[in-house]
């Protein structure tokens, strides 16, 4: 008894879908569950134990070596054989597989050609929603309990990661580490700056937002990133007024991270602010309070309607959110991307002023 899911989306998909691969878990308990994803997506196995193993495959590829792929998903027999993707490719990819059922959105005849069950796409919804639809042809009442409430995904962190962040905090910060926490993460991923998706926010902002919370010293700001943000974070640091870093200003960003421990520090804070980005989804998964800047994506597509997460993006421009269904790269003019310090200061107060656990 088993079933396969294909994911080509990035960390941020990964994470969005696992509600839905626990809503079939616990409807199928008994069925071992595998996944096959892009190659920089495989870590999500480090924030849940729902998969029996995760398979990498390039969907991403100019060429994509269809054998491989064939190879891949015939390694076993699946009854289940899910697909993620809304394209016609994703369509086409199920004729690979021997699964009894093949479930996968609707595309036009491919759907009644390639799958034997096909489920309307409504992107109108949180995205971790929009997944669990795939669902409905064989979990009863389903459709009901995703109209009803968002699905939040839920990430599992191991001691090992929950105690490497407890020794790396307490030196660092010695005497601040039981005053509120604000962990920045400014950076976005390569891949959509690549590919003209601009979703960061300016760096003189971020510098000015940084420069207003050391003002109180109730709070402690730590800057955290990978390798994809130093560009980022070296620009933000160009901009800071300052020359000696002020004693509740801490920067992480040059620590090496995996995924697991980037959600153990994640899991220290009392606030997370970021951009919309897949450090936003992590701290959605551990339930953390959030403020996130947001362009010209929909924050009521990739994040659930909860007090403890806070969107913030420019109101009255009739133009946004235009990515993903009116445009699928960035304008030439994106005054989306023009939030004001102010505002995000303002939600990041309402966020350590309520009484809301983080």
């Not at 309990?145 to 839920?154: D, G, K």
């Not at 421009?317 to 991307?337: I, M, N, Q, V, Y």
């Amino acid at each position: 008894m088993r079933a396969l899911f294909i994911n080509s989306g990035g960390i941020g998909d990964q994470i969005l879908f696992l509600p839905t691969v626990k809503i079939f878990k616990e409807n199928f308990s008994g069925y071992e569950i595998d996944l096959i994803c892009e190659p920089r997506s495989v870590v999500v196995g480090e924030l849940t134990n729902l998969y029996r193993k995760i398979k990498a495959y390039d969907f991403k590829e100019a060429n994509l070596d269809i054998f491989k792929l064939r190879e891949l998903i015939r390694a076993r027999s699946y009854k289940y054989l899910f697909l993620t993707g809304s394209s016609y490719k994703a369509n086409l990819i199920s004729l690979l597989s021997n699964a009894e059922f093949k479930i996968g959105f609707h595309k036009g005849i491919f759907s009644k050609l390639c799958l034997t069950n096909s489920v309307k796409l409504n992107k109108n919804q949180y995205a971790a929603n929009m997944f669990a639809t795939l669902l409905t042809p064989i979990v009863s009442n389903l459709e009901k309990r995703i109209n009803a409430q968002p699905l939040l995904p839920e990430i599992k962190l191991t001691p090992a990661s929950i105690e490497w962040a407890k020794e790396t905090l307490s030196p660092r910060i010695k005497d601040r580490y039981f005053a509120k926490k604000i962990f920045i993460h400014p950076g976005v991923s390569k891949l959509s700056i690549k590919k003209n998706i601009l979703k960061g926010w300016n760096a003189k902002h971020w510098a000015k937002l940084i420069e207003k919370l050391l003002e109180n010293q109730d709070n402690t700001v730590i800057l955290i990133g990978g390798k994809d943000d130093s560009e980022t974070i070296a620009e933000i640091y160009k901009k800071l007024s300052f020359f000696t870093k002020p004693n509740n200003f801490f920067d992480f960003s040059s620590l090496e991270l995996s995924l697991d421990r980037l959600c153990a520090l994640i899991n220290s804070s009392d606030l997370l602010v970021c951009v919309d980005s897949a450090p936003m989804h992590l701290a959605v998964g551990l339930g953390k309070k959030l403020v996130a800047f947001f362009g010209p994506t929909d924050p009521k597509k990739l994040l659930p309607a909860d007090p403890r997460f806070i969107p913030v993006h420019v109101d009255n421009l009739e133009c946004r959110p235009c990515l993903f269904d009116k445009r699928k790269e960035s304008c030439a003019t994106p005054e989306c991307l023009e939030v004001s310090p102010e505002l995000m200061l303002n939600a990041i107060q309402k966020q350590l002023e309520s009484g809301l656990s983080g």
